[in-house]
Structure formats: structure tokens, C-alpha cells
């Protein structure tokens, strides 16, 4: 566990760092495989910068979502002085990954309207880069100590000693390299399937449908209360049935679509 590491005479935080590296890694992928399904490379670039940035608001919209009362109620924090910690209570930590993909997506697709672009055709550089940089980030999330798992024995467990976001000297499931190496065999299967189907609008219907069940079954192993339980299941479960479900939509409206040509 490394909270935090120094380079060039400066700390940061290792999440972060990883963040832009999973960043730097997405685009890398974005400018190799461009050409090899015909598409303009600086094209292909303004779509995932954008979507980035996407990522970056929809994941903290959502994350504010279940704190507006208290938020609405700290507002006057702004202007009695209290600015800083209003800003750091609920503008510099917490992120929602079911926000970040709702949010890359409508950054994606304002871009692709503006430039006149097809967002679809550029699926097959775009939606193998999502679980890329995620993976990268599960594991700034282990190395922070946040998103953890369920208390279990060693070797089974494993117990930090300087997390800044989790408990410490306690044995717990490493579900955030659980998440991490999911997401890299997801990466391998979408770039597998980028390069044969001929239908690309499949690419981000089927992304889903390999992250929602997978992120399913790994909540039951999460021990962090920012699962936020609602009734039988946490928020990402509830979050995960309705991404299959809106997945599972559009590939019927496909089908039926290529059978009514």
C-alpha cells in the first residue's frame, strides 16, 4: 500500500498518479489503433479528451447526488469564511464510476455533434480505452486503501498499514485487483471483438454487458460504506441491473433495426 509517492521533489497521491497514467495509456491506445479502422487520428483524440472530461463531471455529479440536502444545508459555507472546508468536504474527494461512463458518454457524443462525427464509428478505439483506465485507477484505489473488501483471513486478506481512506492493520479482500485484472481481461476481449465485428455499435452495448455483472458479484464482496446499501443491494448493483438492462435495449433495437432493412 503507497498512499502517496514523491517525484521530482514533489508528493502525490498515487491514485492520481495512476489516474493519468490509465489517462496517458486510453490515449495511446486511441492514437495506435485509429488507423487501423480507418479513422482520423485528431478526431479520434478531441472524442476521448472530451470523454475524459466527461468522466470527470458525471463521476462527481453522481457522487454529490445522495448529499445535496446536506449540501444545500453547508451553503451558506461559502460566504461565513468556511469556503475551503465546504470545498474539501464535497469537491475534492468521491467519485461514482457509473457517473464517470454516463458522463464520458455524453461528452463523447456532444463532441461528435459538434465536429459532425458518427460517435459509433469510433467505438472500436473508444470503448476498449474505458476498462484501460479503469483498471489503472482500481489499483490507485488499492494503494489508497478505499473501495475495500470484507474482512478475510490471511492469505486470503490483506491488511494495510497506511491507507488514507480504509481501515489499517486489518485483513481485507483485495476486490479493488479483483476489479483491476477484470477490467484488463475486458480490455483484451473488446479489443478482440473491435477487430471482427462489422456492426460497431455493438462495441459499447457489449462493454456493459461484460462490466455490469462483473461489478454485480464483486459488490458482495465490498466492505466500504460508501456502497451505500438500498434495501437488499448497493447503489452500483441497483446501478449495474439497470446499465445491462439499457444494453440489452439497444442491442434489440439493433436487431430489429437490421431485420426491418
Given amino acids: 500500500m503507497l498512499p502517496y509517492v514523491t517525484l ?20 495511446l491506445l486511441v492514437v495506435l489503433t485509429s488507423p487501423r ?9 478531441y472524442l476521448y479528451v472530451f470523454s475524459f472530461a466527461g468522466v470527470l463531471v458525471g463521476a462527481k455529479l453522481l457522487s454529490l447526488l445522495p448529499l445535496l440536502p ?25 467519485m461514482v464510476y457509473y457517473g464517470g461512463l454516463a458522463g464520458a458518454v455524453v ?31 482500481r489499483v490507485g484505489c488499492f ?18 498499514t497506511h491507507a488514507v481512506a480504509g481501515p489499517n492493520g486489518i485483513p481485507l479482500l483485495p476486490v479493488q485487483l479483483w476489479e483491476s485484472g477484470a477490467e484488463l ?24 454487458l461484460l462490466y455490469a455483472p462483473t461489478r454485480f458479484v464483486l459488490e458482495f464482496f465490498r466492505g466500504d460504506p460508501a456502497r451505500r446499501l438500498y434495501g437488499p443491494l448497493s447503489t452500483s448493483q441497483w446501478l449495474s441491473l439497470a446499465a445491462a438492462a439499457a444494453a440489452l435495449w439497444l442491442l434489440y433495437r439493433r436487431k430489429n433495426h437490421e431485420y426491418s432493412k
Fill in 8 to 27: 521530482f521533489g514533489h508528493t502525490l497521491s498515487t491514485y492520481s498518479v495512476l489516474a493519468i497514467l490509465g489517462f496517458f495509456a486510453g490515449l
Fill in 37 to 45: 479502422f480507418g479513422l482520423n487520428r485528431d478526431d479520434s483524440v
Fill in 70 to 94: 446536506q449540501m444545500a444545508a453547508d451553503l451558506p459555507m461559502l460566504w461565513t469564511g468556511e469556503w475551503e472546508r465546504f470545498v474539501r468536504t464535497y469537491l475534492t474527494s468521491g
Fill in 107 to 137: 461528452g463523447a457524443w456532444l463532441t461528435a455533434r459538434y465536429f459532425s462525427l458518427r460517435l459509433s464509428d469510433f467505438f472500436p478505439v473508444l470503448v476498449p480505452a474505458i476498462p484501460l483506465f479503469h483498471a489503472f485507477g
Fill in 143 to 160: 494503494c489508497a486503501g478505499c473501495c475495500y473488501g470484507v474482512e478475510a483471513p490471511e492469505p486470503w486478506g490483506v491488511a494495510f
Fill in 185 to 208: 481481461v475486458i480490455f483484451a476481449i473488446l479489443l478482440w471483438y473491435a477487430g471482427r465485428t462489422k456492426v460497431r455499435e455493438r462495441l459499447l452495448p457489449a462493454y456493459v
